[in-house]
């Protein structure tokens, strides 16, 4: 029997069902307190909370009472009941000590005649409970009575009664008498989901019967409609197909979301004819709905085999300069040339990639569609036939040419409420008139003439028009296009100094003009903004043609910006339009990183460079002097940078001028360099300047300030923890540390003078390495590498801080294995040595290096993930190299991969033809084989592929790394 095989079943429109659940309570319909003492008299809805048991008053009178609870469960009907908890709390106790056993009932329904001698009806004993004697007192009483709810659902009942009682084997017992709250029935209810109007799509066909129904092939759709009455519900779909003659093979298809979920599968597996059987069956989070009836498909898979025939009745022409137009629709013939099979089309036009459907006038026949180009040029049309099933033919395509008829169209908009005017030109000579309709209005037809046509438009309103043109020859339209234009009452800024090039200088004087592109214009409100923020709102007056002028001097250099808007006599403000320029500073600009954190580097004598850069066009070089100092010439650049060495703590001026290929120098630019008088600060560790973690550092200090008896310093950003060193005679300092954390920390230093001043703050960062060792290779931790015997290779490097230099040698082993020295390779980052693997699975790694004063890193740990892969060797063909040729055999001897090898599989290939040779080899009482092989052909790339094959069937990883090349033999 052959199993149900769907292919590649996908869900469309695949969701998680939303939760549905309803939580509420039902309502108390009526309830009663029996009383022995008054026999025949009923207690309907008593206020207060509710007695049990027996109590004896103040006359001496027992009184034993039950309680009985009436709930309207009608809301539930048509719903699923998940939880129903019936449940009170204790408000009084007569007598924590003494057990209390209750009874639960389901009863028959409370009446205003309920009484101790005519009480509802015992029904079902629904629980048992005891209150008291060690048990939480008071205490809390909660039923499960789902399964009573339900049933009484189902009978349609619409009320249910439960009665509460002490047993009858302590209800005399006044000790064990208790006092409830009136009992609530808490629900958690759920409406099933369910479904309706099961189908086919892509194309519609309907779920059928076992004797009618439609045909289906190929990657088809299955959806149908779910419903949930539950609020914010989304429920899911689960869908099931299978041969009606094997229903045992029932499988599921997909999952689908949303109110119509659909599922897709391939039917390529059934043979034509099969007859399959489908449902679905909705679901929400809490409950799985019933299945929607059977529908039925027989198989198609047979596609047409012939292409349609494809009859143009316009667009005729194949060639420039074609037929028709853009907007000129064009009948086609889409013909099955008398295939029975066929009883409809699918198409696509040029632009669109949905497909369009349309049936046939009969099976084998014919249909007419209408295709509407909107460009001119080569145009492309695809058509295939499809059968009952909506298997498809192959694809039929008819290539044509649009001819060049639509009207170019340009809008000159002048704004809102003013005349705007319109341009149409012909690019066809028949061309007597033109039509326009500006966003779906009347058309307005202009005269053509000399193939051009114009008029005068008047936009009402702002925003995107959309403007429709068509050519007539006559009375016949031969041609239309479309385009989008925005129209905007914002006034036209102009501006020949600012907004046009070149880029305006600092202090040129210009002005701005002000046109309206609306009616009634008075005036004009702007506001200039730059790097500092927005300036005040100002306004200018409008002359009688709505136009303004407003002179304005460049005063700051940098970005500015320009908002204006129009303003008519009622106030009515026009939206805004918005200028951008940059105002050119002519003094150099000119920057220095002295004094800036962090790290704070500047000091005397030390040399610090000054940044220089101009935005002045043709800048050949700078000129410029420091702290008093002659002029000095850059070299040349509009962007550069010079060095300084400043000569005493404190302010020193540096001034610089820009020079332009004419020879004029810029307005001078001076800024004030102030150097720190913080002391200066190194940092040595045991190999460079940077210290490593657990190994001993040291910091010098040295004075910048006269009478330095000592220094404060402190690591981070905490002054709290501040430590203090005393200075040296010279008025040095030295501290050694050891770092405790890798990372980058900053350093903060001031000296102390003998009158207790202290200088500026010194911080640096310093730099604390890790001294261990890295690894990179041919194993990893991850997907498991190579095999038993299968060399490889593994990399050492660690160039943390410069620690490389510092590195002498690498010790290292795997596993329990034997300690292996291997010699840094100097002037490379990675040092590579071979290593084969002696087992598979997890291998682990020790690796540590010694430095050049002898000292060890600590021991790192890598964990090597070795695979299954055999080792091949060739000592005619070894790995990667040309050898041999074409004719000359090679021995390939197959080890390792893993234990309990009894055979191998091979391959041998080359990268032109593919495969070679295939075989199987036994293997030899160690676990190896031999195969001998000859290449056939010279200057060829071969590979070889090895998967060993264990006792049990169970086969290794594919070895895929051993090719070899022929060379002439």
């Known amino acids: 029997m052959t199993a149900l095989s769907l292919g590649a079943a996908s869900a469309v429109g695949l969701a998680q069902p939303a939760q549905a659940m309803n939580y509420t309570a039902a309502t108390l319909s009526t309830w009663t307190v029996t009383d022995s003492a008054t026999p025949t008299t009923p207690s309907v ?12 008053d103040a006359a001496g009178t027992r009184h034993t009472n039950r309680a009985y609870f009436t709930f309207d469960v009608s809301a539930y009907r048509g719903q699923a009941v998940h939880v129903a908890g019936l449940w009170t709390s204790e408000a009084k106790v007569a007598d924590c000590a003494t057990a209390a056993p209750i009874e639960v009932w389901r009863t028959g329904k409370v009446t205003a005649k309920s009484t101790w001698r005519t009480p509802p009806k ?6 048992r409970r005891t209150l008291g004697n060690g048990s939480t007192c008071p205490a809390h009483l909660d039923v499960d009575v789902a399964r009573y709810v339900t049933e009484a659902l189902a009978r349609k009942e619409k009320t249910i009664t439960f009665g509460i009682r002490v047993s009858p084997a302590a209800e005399s017992d006044p000790r064990a008498a208790r006092t409830l709250q009136p009992a609530r029935l808490s629900m958690s209810t759920n409406h099933v989901p369910t479904v309706r109007g099961p189908h086919l799509k892509n194309p519609d066909r309907p779920c059928g019967t076992l004797t009618e129904h439609p045909t289906a092939g190929d990657l088809t759709y299955f959806t149908a409609t779910t419903t949930d009455a539950d609020p914010n519900s989304y429920p899911g779909a689960t869908f099931e197909l299978w041969p009606v003659d094997r229903p045992d093979q029932r499988t599921r298809i997909g999952t689908g979301g949303g109110a119509e979920p659909v599922a897709s599968t391939y039917l390529r597996s059934f043979a034509d004819g099969t007859v399959l059987g489908w449902s679905v069956q909705p679901a929400d989070h809490d409950d799985v709905g019933a299945w929607a009836k059977t529908c039925y498909l027989t198989v198609d898979n047979t596609a047409p085999a012939a292409a349609p025939l494809i009859v143009p009745r316009k ?11 853009p907007g000129v629709a064009g009948a086609f013939i889409l013909d099955a040339q008398g295939d029975q099979d066929v009883v409809g089309f699918e198409y696509t036009e040029q632009g669109r990639s949905i497909p369009t459907r349309v049936k046939a006038g009969h099976p084998g026949g014919h249909a007419k569609i209408s295709v509407t180009p909107q460009a001119s040029g080569p145009f492309q049309l695809k058509v295939r036939s499809l059968d009952r099933a909506g298997n498809g033919s192959p694809w039929q395509t008819y ?9 170019a169209l340009e809008v000159d908009v002048t704004g809102v409420g003013t005349t705007s005017t ?3 030109t012909a690019p066809a000579a028949e061309v007597t008139s033109f039509g326009y309709t500006v966003d779906g209005g009347a058309e307005t037809r202009v005269p053509a003439v000399a193939g051009v046509g114009t008029s005068h438009i008047v936009f009402t309103s702002k925003g995107v028009k959309t403007v429709v043109s068509r050519s007539y020859a006559g009375t016949k339209m031969i ?16 501006s020949p100094e600012f907004l046009s090039s070149p880029q305006p200088l600092l202090g040129t004087e210009g002005t701005f003009a002000f046109a309206p592109r609306t009616t009634g214009v008075v005036g004009y409100l702007y506001r200039f903004a730059d790097e500092t923020g927005s300036g005040a709102e100002q306004r200018v007056e409008a002359a009688a043609d709505g136009t303004a002028t407003l002179r304005w001097t460049a005063e700051t250099p940098g970005y500015h910006g320009l908002t204006v808007v129009s303003v008519t006599a009622d106030g009515t403000r026009s939206s805004a339009d918005v200028e951008q320029f940059w105002v050119t500073d002519t003094r150099p600009y000119v920057y220095s990183e002295a004094g800036t954190c962090c790290p704070v580097l500047d000091a005397v004598g030390r040399p610090l460079t000054v940044w220089l850069s101009s935005d002045l066009p043709d800048v050949d070089h700078f000129v410029y002097s420091f702290d008093g100092g002659p002029e000095q010439t850059s070299d040349q650049g509009q962007s550069l940078s010079v060095t300084v060495t400043p000569t005493h703590v404190g302010n020193s001026s540096f001034t610089a001028r820009a020079v332009r290929a004419d020879g004029t120098k810029s307005p001078a630019t001076t800024i004030d360099i102030y150097i720190t008088n913080a002391p200066l600060v190194t940092t040595k560790g045991p190999y460079a300047d940077y210290a490593v973690l657990g190994r001993e550092s040291t910091l010098t200090f040295k004075p910048e300030t006269p009478d330095v008896v000592g220094y404060r310093y402190y690591w981070g950003f905490e002054p709290e923890t501040a430590r203090t060193v005393d200075a040296a005679a010279n008025g040095s300092a030295t501290v050694t540390w050891t770092p405790t954390e890798e990372g980058t920390d900053i350093l903060n230093v001031r000296a102390v003078s003998r009158d207790g001043t202290e200088s500026d703050l010194r911080q640096i960062y310093v730099e604390t390495y890790d001294p261990v060792v890295d690894y990179t290779g041919t194993w990893t931790a991850g997907t498991p590498s190579g095999g038993i015997g299968v060399a490889g290779q593994l990399g050492f490097f660690a160039d ?19 300690v292996q020295e291997t010699t840094r390779i100097e002037d490379t980052l990675v040092t590579y040595t071979p290593y084969t693997p002696e087992r598979s699975g997890a291998n682990t790694l020790y690796v540590q290096r010694q430095f050049t004063d002898g000292v060890l890193s600590p021991v790192r740990q890598f964990q090597l993930m070795v695979g299954t892969e055999p080792a091949v060797r060739s000592a005619e063909y070894p790995k990667g190299l040309w050898s041999g040729g074409a004719g000359v055999p090679g021995t390939f001897h197959f080890s390792g991969g893993t234990a309990g090898i009894v055979s191998y599989d091979y391959r041998f290939g080359d990268n032109v033809t593919g495969t070679l040779v295939t075989g199987t080899v036994a293997a030899d009482a160690t676990g190896a084989a031999d195969v001998v092989f000859t290449p056939p052909q010279n200057y060829t790339w071969y590979t070889v592929n090895v998967t ?22």
């Open 422 to 424: 319109i341009t149409l």
């Open 800 to 818: 943390r801080g410069g620690m490389l230099d510092a590195t002498v040698k690498y010790l290292w082993h795997v596993d329990g294995g034997p």
């Open 315 to 325: 667009y005729t022409e194949t060639s420039y300069p074609g037929a028709g137009g």
């Open 45 to 56: 809805q008593p206020a207060g909370d509710v007695p049990l048991g027996t109590t004896v």
């Open 479 to 494: 041609g239309s296009g479309s385009r989008t234009f925005t129209v905007d009452d914002a006034p036209k800024v102009t």
């Open 399 to 407: 290539t044509f040419y649009v001819r060049d008829t639509a009207p």
């Open 948 to 969: 060993g094959r264990r006792a049990d069937g169970t086969t290794t990883a594919t070895s895929i790394s051993y090719s070899f090349g022929t060379a002439a033999g």
């Open 122 to 127: 015992d029904l079902e004993l629904v629980d």
